[in-house]
């Protein structure tokens, strides 16, 4: 498990290095999220041994049963929420998270900004948009953004980092990265939330910022 997993992480790296260079883009300018979500402390514990750092959980339940502990002996460890997020549960993930990649509602806006003001912490932020317009899908409508991004910043107070997309299964991925792109420009944001396992030297040919990969690092989830 340890050397496939060491394995895994390393060819990734190498696949965004890659990816980057080969549209003019330094390596750095693209955070490896390494999804853990459903993976235990041990499965985890190969990638922090081989010095990665960054990582995604889908719940904040899930999360605070194992990352305390592995936070408690290994240093610098950043911590993504990509999931979504309830409004009970804001203050236990801005407690717990260092990035929240799914604010994508003014009652989940108005919570994480309130508990970021008690906690005296500060979160980077991205705003989830539903580019695919699908029901069953959480995000903020591509036409309603620019306005929910306005309101985050003038009526709540809040720095947002950029923007984050989880395109349709059925539909080519790089026309949602590409209109995410054109948003994120049009808003003033350069924070670019996109790509996964399949997909994500394609996101980061359109300007992807964190790419969230999990089973081609981790294997397959049961």
Not at 14 to 43: C, H, M, N, Q, Y
Not at 113 to 134: D, H, P, W
Not at 194 to 205: C, N, Q, V
Request: net charge neutral; hydrophobic share 45%.
């Amino acid at each position: 498990m340890t050397t496939r997993t060491a394995d895994r992480l390393a060819d990734i790296q190498g696949r965004i290095a890659a990816a980057a260079i080969e549209v003019g883009r330094a390596p750095a300018s693209v955070d490896l999220v390494a999804v853990s979500k459903t993976f235990s402390a041990p499965d985890i514990l190969p990638a922090l041994e081989a010095g990665h750092r960054s990582f995604g959980e889908n719940r904040v339940q899930e999360a605070q049963r194992k990352w305390p502990q592995l936070r408690a002996t290994v240093p610098g460890i950043e911590l993504h929420l990509i999931g979504s997020l309830q409004s009970n549960k804001a203050r236990d993930a801005v407690a717990l998270f260092d990035c929240i990649h799914t604010v994508d509602r003014p009652k989940i806006a108005e919570a994480i900004a309130a508990e970021m003001k008690a906690q005296g912490r500060r979160l980077r932020l991205f705003v989830q948009v539903n580019t695919g317009e699908e029901a069953q899908k959480s995000g903020v409508m591509p036409a309603a953004a620019p306005g929910f991004i306005a309101m985050c910043r003038n009526e709540l107070g809040l720095e947002l980092a950029g923007l984050m997309c989880i395109p349709p299964v059925e539909e080519e991925a790089a026309i949602h990265f590409a209109f995410l792109a054109k948003l994120a420009r049009e808003n003033g944001l350069s924070g670019l939330s996109m790509g996964m396992s399949t997909d994500f030297e394609t996101a980061i040919a359109l300007g992807a910022t964190h790419v969230r990969v999990g089973s081609a690092i981790f294997g397959a989830r049961a």
